[in-house]
């Protein structure tokens, strides 16, 4: 059975940084897209980063630019989202997930996306 496992959350301070990873089970990510999400209680779910495995292209938006990458670990079963200057809007549950069919560019749409890890804590305290 597929299944996606987000690690790497926990409490941290205003500036600090954090890097999460996204480990697959029962595939490799080969050249599928792969998208980071965040969700705070009480909002939507958004999107924070993206990577396309097949050729290491990232997207951010504005929002985490500057302070969010993304990027694939050699063997293609584990992305990592490293963190930096995080601040206490940072503050939600982070999520990964995979878009289904491969060569597909990678988006901040959360439709696109069909298999979901369980989601990684991340607290930034002021």
């Known amino acids: 059975e597929a299944q996606l496992v987000e690690s790497g959350g926990g409490l941290v301070q205003a500036g600090e940084s954090l890097k999460l990873s996204c480990a697959a089970s029962?595939?490799?990510?080969?050249?599928?897209?792969i998208g980071w999400f965040r969700q705070a209680p009480g909002k939507e779910r958004v999107w924070v980063a993206c990577?396309?495995?097949?050729?290491?292209?990232?997207s951010v938006p504005d929002y985490t630019k500057g302070r969010f990458t993304v990027a694939v670990g050699s063997a293609r079963d584990v992305v990592f989202l490293q963190m930096n200057a995080l601040e206490p809007e940072d503050t939600a549950t982070y999520y990964c997930?995979?878009?289904?069919?491969?060569?597909?560019?990678?988006?901040?749409?959360?439709?696109?996306?069909?298999?979901w890890g369980q989601g990684t804590q991340v607290t930034v305290s002021s």
């Open positions: 997930a995979v878009h289904p069919a491969p060569y597909v560019m990678c988006s901040g749409y959360v439709p696109d996306y069909e298999l």
């Open positions: 029962g595939f490799t990510f080969e050249n599928h897209g």
């Open positions: 990577l396309n495995v097949r050729d290491g292209t990232a």
